[in-house]
């Protein structure tokens, strides 16, 4: 499978954007996507999944309430809602996926997608 992030850009503080996550090779039935991202100087850090399967979620506690993560009908997008943003949610957003059934790390991952706020 391959991964196609989109939607980064320049926002202000409070402001909100949305990330998109395009898979081709095939749907994300059966795989778990997640959202993850890199500030400068960090370690990258897990943002946000949702199962393909049953469609739960999860959130790291720094975006709850803030950040959404969805998929379209098809099954082959997954979004990030990003409302309300910081500062310190700059960084490079990457999604990813693996299988339902894995606890393992994801092995599949997209380019990136810069995201900036200002204050």
């Known amino acids: 499978v391959q991964l196609q992030a989109s939607g980064g850009g320049l926002v202000q503080a409070g402001g909100s954007l949305r990330l998109s996550c395009t898979a081709s090779?095939?749907?994300?039935?059966?795989?778990?996507a997640g959202w993850f991202r890199q500030a400068p100087g960090k370690e990258r850090e897990f943002v946000a999944s949702?199962?393909?399967?049953?469609?739960?979620?999860r959130y790291a506690d720094s975006v709850k309430g803030r950040f959404t993560i969805s998929r379209d009908n098809a099954r082959t997008t997954v979004y990030l809602q990003m409302n309300n943003v910081k500062p310190e949610d700059t960084g490079v957003y990457y999604c990813a996926v693996r299988s339902v059934w894995s606890t393992n790390e994801y092995p599949h991952w997209g380019q990136g997608t810069l995201v900036t706020v200002s204050s």
């Open positions: 949702i199962s393909g399967l049953s469609g739960s979620t």
């Open positions: 090779g095939r749907t994300l039935s059966t795989l778990e």
